[in-house]
Nanobody, 122 residues
């Protein structure tokens, strides 16, 4: 199983980015797939998850209505559309997947990608 994130970049405040998480060896439609992020010197934090059935859940503290998680079953890819980015969104973003329920705790996901860097400057 491999998860590969892409789409991270250096952008400015107010810009938008879409991150992708492409899977091999695992059908994401049969998993809960989540996005987490970790900023320098901070703990990893949950961002959003899409459940097997397609339900969407977000960390309201992090997302504040700006991010959208989605899944393309044909491409076996999960996306995180991020709008109105702020310097506080600067972090390495990770996707994680698991066959269980849609958890906010990273420990529940056995599969992780290597991360993609998002840097937002003011």
């Amino acid at each position: 199983v491999q998860l590969l994130e892409s789409g991270g970049a250096a952008v400015q405040t107010g810009d938008a980015l879409t991150l992708s998480c492409a899977a091999s060896g695992l059908a994401l439609r049969n998993t809960a797939t989540a996005w987490f992020r970790q900023a320098p010197g901070k703990q990893r934090e949950y961002v959003a998850v899409i459940a097997r059935g397609g339900s969407l859940m977000y960390s309201t503290d992090v997302v504040k209505g700006r991010f959208t998680i989605s899944r393309d079953n044909a491409k076996n890819t999960v996306y995180l559309q991020m709008n109105n980015l702020d310097p506080e969104d600067t972090a390495v973003y990770y996707c994680a997947a698991g066959a269980g329920a849609a958890f906010a705790a990273g420990e529940e996901y056995p599969y992780w990608g290597q991360g993609t860097q998002v840097t937002v400057s003011s």
